[in-house]
């Protein structure tokens, strides 16, 4: 069944989402913010090893680097982009407009909107997204969502037991983006080599990365402004082809 596997990740989600909110009730905030550096750092890490996947190359026992240019190009003009039509303040309010619309209130409604966040930008950004949801449409294979489904069934255990039931909400993003790329599978899938693939994904590993960071220290960068910098590649690859 084609989307079985975008249904099974939202599932796990929720799953996830609901254990982990019964465990915050039990947590003392010392816990919690413990709990949440832990997090913010193993993100921070896969965001790293993401990012030197596509950065670095062994050649003859040496190291070099590529993709460098891309990264600048697509961070930058992903990041003017992004301010422009303000994704991250757009974020917050679809939070806000789904926290008052189920009537989230004291200390449920603490960190919704962080909570929203986080993890639409944490289970949306990365290679798996694509790839699995492009598989899901072209055969019918979720084995690779199915695997997601797991790693982000945990994540947001930890999540949820942290910043509480705004992490329910990020199956409505995971389910557009998801969702959509299953869809449109068979008329995307001629452009996404295993290069771009490759761009898109150590793009997304950096905002990754920059999660990490915000999880850890506060919101010290607005990663959700520079989306945009994941479709640059897209971009940047089509110029490469003409020139």
Do not use: H
């Not at 990012?51 to 680097?65: E, I, P």
């Not at 806000?96 to 619309?101: A, L, V, Y």
């Not at 915000?214 to 082809?241: Q, T």
């Amino acid at each position: 069944m084609v989307g079985l596997g975008t249904i099974a990740n939202m599932a796990a989600i929720l799953i996830g989402a609901s254990v982990g909110v019964m465990i915050k009730g039990g947590l003392t905030k010392r816990f919690q913010d413990s709990i949440m550096n832990a997090l913010g750092l193993a993100v921070m890490f896969i965001g790293i090893s993401g990012a030197l996947q596509g950065l670095f190359t062994v050649n003859d026992n040496s190291l070099g680097t590529k993709n460098v240019m891309l990264m600048i190009i697509s961070l930058a003009v992903g990041a003017f982009i992004g301010e422009l039509i303000d994704i991250e303040t757009r974020l917050e309010r679809l939070g806000e407009f789904c926290k008052r619309i189920f009537k989230v209130k004291g200390e449920k409604g603490q960190n919704f909107v962080e909570g929203f966040v986080n993890s639409s930008l944490l289970f949306c950004i990365g290679a798996m997204a694509i790839v699995g949801s492009l598989q899901d449409g072209l055969s019918g294979d979720a084995s690779m969502l199915f695997a997601k489904s797991v790693i982000d069934g945990v994540a947001a255990i930890i999540l949820a037991s942290t910043l509480g039931i705004g992490v329910f909400f990020s199956i409505l993003p995971i389910g557009l983006y998801q969702g959509g790329i299953t869809a449109s599978a068979k008329y995307i899938q001629p452009f996404l080599t295993d290069t771009l693939v490759a761009n898109i994904s150590l793009i997304g590993s950096i905002l990754i990365f920059g999660i990490g960071i915000n999880m850890i220290f506060g919101k010290k960068i607005k990663c959700g402004n520079l989306l945009p910098a994941v479709l640059i590649p897209v971009v940047y690859e089509l110029i490469s082809k003409l020139f």
